[in-house]
């Protein structure tokens, strides 16, 4: 066998779902095994222009464009993700954790649009240094599991965070895990189910990433 490399792993799932907390655990799990590992959000408010004008959208600062452009917004986000962070961190041996990546833009956009839309969007945006992760984690949960979340720790809801809506993100999410290989075959896609106690659901996923170890 060869010798291993340092995987792009990504969490996605609706709002609330536990992904921020999955994948920092994932985080910690993969630098242990590896010396080292690099973590970023998206939008990525942190490190990018796009991805701060993204979350003032997102939080009713700014008027929100119609959903095709502001998921366009998304994937020049990523694509910066992709360019200064993802693309060099593996090359460095690291491996690379995301809360939210592009399975994000397409099952978001599927509030208007077609799955097909916004992967040819990524195609379009981000051409030769398109990168999708190797696996990607789905984390589950029904949306009245959501809403009764963000409930408890929010006053006024983000865009996105309406039943209906989580709803049907959340059903996009499951059919883009169904077909996802028809149009990136080398992304492994899990669906993880997220309505658990949490440590029980990091040992399902650190068993899930145990062969992306050295």
């Not at 492994?188 to 040992?203: F, K, L, Q, W, Y």
Request: charged residues 25%; hydrophobic residues 40%.
């Amino acid at each position: 066998m060869g010798e291993k490399v340092p995987p792009f792993v990504a969490f996605e799932g609706i709002d609330k779902c536990g992904k921020g907390t999955q994948s920092l655990k994932a985080v910690d799990f993969l630098r242990k095994a590896w010396g080292n590992c690099v973590f970023f959000r998206e939008p990525n408010e942190r490190d990018n222009h796009t991805g701060r004008l993204i979350r003032r959208i997102l939080q009713h600062e700014l008027p929100a464009p119609p959903n095709q452009a502001f998921q366009r917004l998304f994937v020049i986000d990523r694509a910066e993700d992709t360019v200064c962070t993802v693309l060099p961190g593996l090359e460095h041996g690291r491996p690379v954790v995301a809360d939210r990546f592009a399975l994000s833009t397409i099952a978001y956009g599927a509030l208007t649009g077609q799955a097909e839309t916004y992967i040819w969007m990524h195609r379009d945006v981000l051409g030769p240094w398109l990168r999708w992760p190797d696996v990607t984690i789905l984390m589950d949960i029904p949306a009245e599991v959501a809403m009764q979340r963000l409930a408890q720790e929010r006053g006024t809801p983000e865009l996105f965070e309406k039943l209906e809506k989580l709803a049907t993100i959340r059903q996009a999410y499951l059919d883009i895990a169904a077909t996802s290989r028809t149009w990136a075959p080398d992304m492994r896609v899990e669906v993880i189910n997220g309505d658990r106690p949490v440590n029980i659901v990091a040992a399902d996923i650190q068993k899930l990433l145990a062969p992306y170890t050295p």
